[in-house]
């Protein structure tokens, strides 16, 4: 599931429990917090730009916390009146103007970013599926950017048919 908040234990833990047992689903936030682990085994703060949803329902904070790793994350205000926006907008969100991301949208992600480096993150995940549509950067000054969607898929290839797997 491409869902960051689907992830979550009460969400994750239920659908687990209706589909049927041949049916494998692979935890989202568990490969972001190997990836961190094995990529940069040394970072501890992981900054995280997601969704409220996904904020709200601590499924990062829960998750990094079982590989040793902390969250960081925007401040409500923050939230509220920048990054929610920047995703949810009718008039310059990134659901609804996805190709190109509109500036307005691009810029208050930017902020969301700036105020986790600034608060101590070592890395930032981009915990939203739209969210990497409005980055090109693999790092931001010098702190690197990951997608979660794009560890996902590649845990799904090593699932599935490892020798596929590109560099």
Not at 3 to 17: G, L, M
Not at 90 to 117: C, D, H, M, R, W
């Amino acid at each position: 599931m491409p869902c960051n908040t689907a992830h979550a234990d009460s969400i994750f833990n239920e659908i687990v429990k209706r589909i049927p047992t041949k049916i494998k689903l692979v935890h989202m936030i568990h490969q972001v917090a190997q990836f961190i682990k094995n990529e940069y085994p040394s970072f501890k703060k992981i900054g995280v730009l997601s969704t409220a949803g996904t904020s709200i329902s601590n499924v990062y904070q829960d998750g990094l916390a079982q590989f040793g790793l902390t969250e960081l994350k925007v401040s409500n205000k923050i939230q509220k009146t920048k990054i929610d926006p920047a995703i949810y907008s009718k008039t310059y969100g990134i659901k609804a103007f996805t190709n190109p991301v509109t500036e307005q949208a691009k810029n208050e992600l930017y902020s969301g970013i700036n105020y986790l480096i600034n608060n101590g993150a070592e890395l930032v995940v981009l915990g939203c599926t739209e969210i990497p549509f409005a980055f090109k950067e693999q790092d931001i000054n010098g702190v690197p950017i990951i997608d979660s969607t794009k560890i996902l898929a590649r845990a799904l290839i090593l699932e599935a048919a490892p020798e596929k797997l590109k560099e």
